[in-house]
């Protein structure tokens, strides 16, 4: 979309970063409308009550900071938690998961300040243009969108640090270190920049939520989180807000180095993308649930919740958190954690981490059934007709 006169009013998802700051001034000139700035408070930890007088001063009529935190852990992260949702087997979502919340809340401040468009600072290359879009085709399609990315000439980092210069506008990116960060609650992302050769080892220094692995602590840590139909209620028999057990989570196994992942990933645009990432809390929690639900789950039930697992991962990574099919898997998710109540206890220890135990008051595990001594509830004899049975179809035949 380009061309002055067509919109009026846009709220823009705003961060004060170096990307956000320059599409602010930019909206203003290129399509001379007034802009309302939007930060959602995720848990990025950056100093945010200065953030209206920094739009308002980059030329905004209005800035909206909105604090959702609880939301984006209750309603984001804890049901990917429930899901088992990790992309590519490696990625636990954390830039993913929190997009669609972003963009809910956007829609709302851009209805109630009285905007006719929504732009995001996305860039053209990557998966949350995707996802802030889908969100708002399905929320509010009346909206017109704005991704300046795909529409101006400003082709690099390096041509938005220009602009700014050449605007005043005060940013914290540098030409020096100008690989792309990513915080919430859930994570903190690096990419771009000096990670783009896949074959260069991250720097020590770049990391924030964990310490090294070598420099962690010498002695291990152990941590109890307990379940209630799959979602996390108390660390170490203190129950806490979802918000709350998180951020200490994130502490605590942040302190052991837990939580890094080095991954090279299928964005949905069709790219192959390095990105570095730091999940100390949701690396426990995802650790921790399946432990409890190892003795609460049905067999069958958790096959079919982990056939779905890798789809649930791939509809939250591709931004259809707002669609008929992520409702269908999520539907199918929950009851499948009816049961998943208990405690599991697990070892944090150098970078790793060790389930060293779990329990619960609705165990499907019988001890009677599982002993290697001597029992009176299973006749192993009955073993010789199910094999055989299993065996019927396997005999090779001459061909």
């Known amino acids: ?52 007088d920094k739009a308002k001063a980059t030329g905004a009529v209005d800035c909206v900071v909105r604090d959702l935190r609880e939301e984006f852990v209750r309603d984001y992260v804890y049901p990917s938690v429930r899901g088992n ?21 956007q829609i709302d401040v851009a209805r109630e300040t ?35 990315w795909r529409d101006w000439d400003l082709r690099s980092r390096t041509d938005c640090m220009a602009y700014a210069q ?33 074959w260069r080892a991250p720097e020590e220094a770049m990391f924030v939520m964990t310490v090294s692995p070598e420099d962690a602590p010498d002695a291990p840590a152990e941590v109890v989180i307990s ?34 992942v080095d991954m090279v990933e299928n964005r949905f645009v069709g790219i192959k993308s390095r990105g570095v990432y730091e999940t100390p809390g949701g690396t426990v929690l995802h650790a921790a649930h399946r432990a409890v639900e190892s003795i609460t789950l049905d ?15 791939e509809l939250i990574y591709n931004g259809f958190w707002f669609s008929p099919e992520m409702d269908f898997v999520r539907a199918a998710i929950e009851r499948s954690q009816e049961n998943v109540t208990g405690e599991a206890r697990i070892r944090l220890f150098k970078g790793g981490l060790q389930v060293t135990g779990r329990r619960s008051p609705v165990s499907l595990y019988d001890a009677e059934l599982s002993t290697f001594e001597e029992d009176t509830t299973y006749d192993q004899s009955d073993a010789t007709g199910f094999i055989r049975l299993q065996g019927l179809r396997l005999p090779r035949r001459e061909r």
């Open 85 to 105: 949702a990790v992309y590519e087997g490696t990625y636990l979502l954390g830039t993913a998961l929190a997009r669609p919340l972003i963009a809910k809340h």
């Open 166 to 198: 050449k605007h005043g506008i005060p940013v914290t990116a540098t030409v020096k270190k100008p690989y792309s960060i990513d915080r919430n609650l859930l994570h903190i992302s690096f990419e771009g920049g000096i990670l783009e050769d896949p």
């Open 299 to 313: 067999r069958e039930v958790m096959h079919e919740r982990d056939r779905l697992a890798p789809r649930f991962a």
């Open 227 to 260: 379940f209630e139909r799959g979602t996390p209620v108390a660390l170490d028999g203190e129950s806490l807000g979802a918000a709350a057990l998180l951020t200490r989570l994130n502490r605590i196994a942040g302190a052991h180095g837990v939580g890094r």
């Open 1 to 52: 979309m380009s061309g002055k006169g067509s919109v009026s009013r846009v709220c823009l998802a705003y961060s004060g970063g170096l990307d956000t700051s320059v599409i602010l001034r930019w909206l203003i000139e290129h399509h001379g409308c007034e802009v309302v700035a939007y930060c959602a408070d995720v848990g990025q930890e950056e100093e945010l009550s200065g953030l209206p």
């Open 114 to 148: 009285g905007c006719d468009a929504v732009a995001h600072g996305a860039t053209g290359k990557g998966n949350d243009q995707v996802r802030f879009e889908l969100a708002y085709r399905a929320l509010a399609p009346e909206l017109a969108v704005i991704a300046p």
